[in-house]
């Protein structure tokens, strides 16, 4: 194993040390390091809340910022936060409005994020990320995973919420959002967890995991690598047979850390033809390493359904350390 590090305890701490150090202008640290938060907070609007293990950035602290995230908590690499993680996070960042947690489908996440709100002497709501089509249940989860789709809804979330709609609003907006959006994933290697030093998983060279979860869960299934066309065609067929009638669409065309951007626009191009293919329309795009596996290679495909609030929403300005966007 090769990484940049000092040691594989000190991973965590040093790299929130230095995303914060050079994006002080959008992001602060909260005491002991338990959350990120904006620099500036907004006084008066619902303050979102997501988190969970490290290795997927920059989900979720590079979303932190105007548009998105009020704050962030990290778990240890694919690891959940702890409830008082949370707590301290929305002791800091509620203006008044209410505070509405992101959650990844995972058993983890979900018990912590449950007990933070439990616990909490506040109103926080919570909305339940599951829009990975590949399995039904999972090693880490009950029900399906919750993927890239999670930063499609904070993104449309985060711009509802900066137009200072009162907290009910942001939490069914988000339930919309999840039940709009479908994404699966595929492997080409495995990632190495620091701390392990070896591969999660083994793949021979002439193999791809077909349905692989974000920590390297297995799939649907171990195949032959196949060329990039079939290999978009068939999770494109997963995802449009249950997004319903074919219409307006966003597709986000996401690395898992190790896959270069050459190769993802090649996905983007396979897919986009996929999709219209079933009679989709592809209105907007976003393309690059957004919800990452450590350094595995490989990708996932999201496709969320727009309709015109979906859409607006989705084109609202952000600032963030890895999304920005003005009108």
Same mark, same amino acid.
């Given at each position: ?7 594989? *305890? ?28 904006? $620099? ?5 609007? !619902?303050?979102? +809340? ?8 920059? @989900?979720? $602290? ?8 009020? $704050?962030?908590? /990290? ?26 947690? +992101? ?17 909490? *002497? ?6 339940? +990320?599951?829009?990975?089509?590949? !399995? ?63 591969? &999660?998983? &083994? ?8 349905? !692989? ?27 449009? $047979?249950?997004?319903?009638? /074919? ?27 996929? @999709? ?24 996932? @495909?999201? !496709? ?10 989705? *084109? ?12």
């Amino acid at each position: 194993m090769k990484k940049f590090m000092n040691g594989p *305890d000190a991973i965590l701490a040093e790299s929130l040390d230095g995303f914060v150090a050079a994006h002080d202008d959008i992001v602060a640290m909260g005491e002991d390091r338990k959350f990120v938060r904006r $620099a500036v907070l907004s006084p008066g609007k !619902v303050a979102l +809340i997501s988190g969970g293990g490290s290795g997927h950035e920059p @989900l979720h $602290a590079g979303f932190v910022g105007h548009g998105m995230l009020d $704050a962030a908590c /990290p778990g240890q690499v694919f690891t959940s936060p702890t409830p008082d993680q949370m707590i301290a996070a929305a002791d800091a960042v509620d203006g008044g409005a209410g505070v509405l947690f +992101i959650v990844k489908n995972y058993e983890g996440d979900v018990m912590n994020f449950e007990m933070a709100a439990e616990m909490a *002497d506040r109103e926080i709501l919570t909305v339940i +990320i599951d829009d990975d089509v590949a !399995v039904e249940t999972s090693t880490f989860s009950t029900g399906r995973r919750g993927v890239a789709g999670t930063m499609v809804v904070e993104k449309i979330v985060g711009a509802a919420a900066e137009e200072g709609r009162g907290l009910a609003d942001p939490k069914a907006l988000g339930d919309k959002v999840n039940a709009a959006t479908r994404s699966m994933g595929v492997a080409l290697t495995s990632c190495i967890v620091p701390a392990a030093g070896t591969p &999660t998983f &083994t793949l021979d060279d002439d193999e791809m995991e077909m349905g !692989v979860g974000i920590h390297g869960e297995p799939g649907r299934r171990r195949v032959k690598l196949e060329a990039a066309d079939a290999i978009a065609e068939e999770i494109v067929a997963a995802i449009a $047979a249950e997004m319903g009638a /074919p219409g307006d669409a966003l597709l986000l065309v996401n690395g898992f850390g190790g896959t270069p951007l050459m190769e993802l626009y090649l996905m983007y191009h396979a897919a986009r033809a996929s @999709l219209e293919s079933r009679g989709f329309r592809v209105t907007r795009s976003l393309v690059g390493n957004f919800v990452t596996s450590l350094d595995m290679a490989g990708c996932s @495909l999201t !496709v969320t359904r727009l309709d015109p609030e979906i859409t607006r929403l989705w *084109d609202a300005p952000v600032h963030t350390a890895t999304l920005r966007q003005r009108i």
